[in-house]
């Protein structure tokens, strides 16, 4: 894997093909494994499965297992081919598609999950019918997938513009024509970057200050044991969005404003290739978050051996050791 072209382009990433190649490799093979151990546990856990929180982390891992079982390993061939991996059109609409999909709905998904947490810990009584439940929890979180499914699909499989195949500097994804439009890519940035991160970060810090303040100010006998369960879990998940995808949206807010100068391109590459960073370590963020997942996790991995339990066994008394030895010196004669 020759890093030649990463030298001679100013604009592109200072981290060599070499490099990238082991940077996804590694933390997206630990990811898979994680998603896998944390969704075995939610989806066939009766409990956890029924816990109405529980579901949109369901619907996130999977999509981020799509993305890390379809995207990520294409990703990977690139940083091997390079310039020399021709592909048809169809499979780079495939390709665009899954990983647009996914990565956007990951996104927009817990910003409404950061939404949602609200509902669950302050006002139960939404979610308290079956009615509710559908309209309040499910219908939310379809409307969410078919909007992201439907978008995608239409402005990367039947585009407006003449399409020619232009793959990104950091991951080798084909980029679709129409966010070369104006329109288009303001309204992509807006309503799928920035008003999801600022949602994420505005609602996870007000949901902290409102826990701390229902249960400290307000005194309310609530089930605090369950709160902060649901409050740990948003909110170590929302650091990791805060962290990754903080750099990448500010670099892109510069963009969004013309500031488009070869410094800021170059930050905005290199925060976008760590931005995929969310996919690789959310699974880690949900098992730790849940107690239950994270001591069977400790037992695997520290392969933790039940300890054997000794019954101490009441020994004989003397008139039945007596009475064995007359029988034994009848049974002699």
Request: with cysteine; net charge positive.
């Given at each position: 894997?020759?890093?030649?072209?990463?030298?001679?382009?100013?604009?592109?990433?200072?981290?060599?093909?070499?490099?990238?190649?082991?940077?996804?490799?590694?933390?997206s093979?630990l990811s898979?494994?994680?998603s896998?151990?944390?969704?075995?546990h939610l989806?066939f856990?009766r409990?956890?499965?029924?816990?109405?929180n529980n579901?949109?982390?369901?619907?996130?891992?999977?999509?981020?297992?799509?993305?890390?079982?379809?995207?990520?390993?294409?990703?990977?061939?690139?940083?091997?081919?390079?310039?020399?991996?021709?592909?048809?059109?169809?499979?780079?609409?495939?390709?665009?598609?899954?990983?647009?999909?996914?990565?956007?709905?990951?996104?927009?998904?817990?910003a409404?999950?950061?939404?949602?947490?609200?509902?669950?810990i302050?006002?139960?009584?939404w979610?308290?019918?079956?009615?509710?439940?559908?309209?309040?929890?499910?219908?939310?979180?379809?409307?969410?997938?078919?909007?992201?499914?439907?978008?995608?699909?239409?402005?990367?499989?039947?585009?407006?513009?003449?399409?020619?195949?232009?793959?990104?500097?950091?991951?080798?994804?084909p980029?679709?024509?129409v966010?070369?439009?104006?329109?288009?890519y303001?309204?992509?940035?807006?309503?799928?970057?920035?008003?999801?991160?600022?949602?994420?970060?505005?609602?996870?810090v007000?949901?902290?200050?409102?826990?701390?303040?229902?249960?400290s100010?307000m005194?309310?006998?609530i089930?605090?044991?369950?709160q902060?369960?649901?409050?740990i879990?948003?909110?170590?998940?929302?650091?990791?969005?805060?962290i990754?995808?903080?750099?990448?949206?500010?670099?892109?807010?510069?963009?969004?404003?013309?500031?488009?100068?070869?410094d800021?391109?170059?930050?905005?590459y290199?925060?976008?290739?760590?931005?995929?960073?969310?996919?690789?370590?959310?699974?880690f963020?949900?098992?730790?978050?849940?107690?239950?997942?994270?001591?069977?996790?400790k037992?695997?991995?520290?392969?933790?051996r039940?300890r054997?339990?000794?019954?101490?066994?009441?020994?004989?008394?003397?008139?039945?050791?007596?009475?064995?030895?007359?029988?034994?010196?009848?049974?002699?004669?």
């Open positions: 894997m020759s890093n030649e072209k990463d030298l001679g382009n100013p604009l592109e990433l200072r981290i060599s093909v070499y490099t990238r190649f082991w940077l996804y490799l590694i933390p093979a898979l494994l994680c896998f151990f944390v969704l075995f989806l856990d409990t956890l499965r029924q816990a109405l579901h949109i982390i369901i619907v996130l891992l999977l999509i981020g297992l799509l993305y890390e079982v379809v995207s990520v390993p294409l990703m990977l061939y690139w940083y091997q081919n390079g310039d020399t991996w021709i592909f048809p059109l169809s499979f780079a609409h495939f390709w665009t598609l899954v990983d647009y999909f996914c990565y956007s709905t990951q996104l927009v998904g817990f409404w999950a950061s939404i949602e947490r609200h509902i669950l302050f006002h139960s009584h979610v308290s019918t079956k009615k509710k439940r559908f309209l309040v929890h499910y219908l939310p979180l379809i409307v969410v997938l078919v909007y992201s499914f439907i978008y995608y699909l239409v402005i990367i499989v039947f585009p407006f513009c003449q399409e020619v195949i232009i793959q990104s500097p950091f991951n080798g994804v980029m679709s024509c966010l070369a439009n104006p329109f288009f303001k309204y992509n940035t807006i309503s799928h970057q920035f008003l999801p991160v600022s949602l994420i970060i505005i609602l996870n007000a949901l902290f200050l409102r826990v701390i303040w229902q249960k100010r005194n309310r006998s089930e605090w044991r369950k902060r369960k649901m409050t879990q948003l909110l170590s998940a929302s650091t990791l969005y805060f990754f995808m903080g750099p990448r949206t500010i670099f892109q807010f510069c963009r969004f404003l013309g500031l488009a100068t070869n800021i391109l170059v930050l905005y290199h925060s976008a290739f760590f931005a995929n960073y969310i996919m690789f370590l959310f699974p963020v949900c098992c730790a978050s849940m107690p239950e997942l994270g001591k069977k996790l037992k695997i991995l520290f392969c933790q039940q054997q339990v000794i019954v101490p066994v009441p020994l004989p008394t003397k008139n039945t050791t007596n009475k064995r030895t007359d029988q034994i010196g009848i049974t002699a004669h």
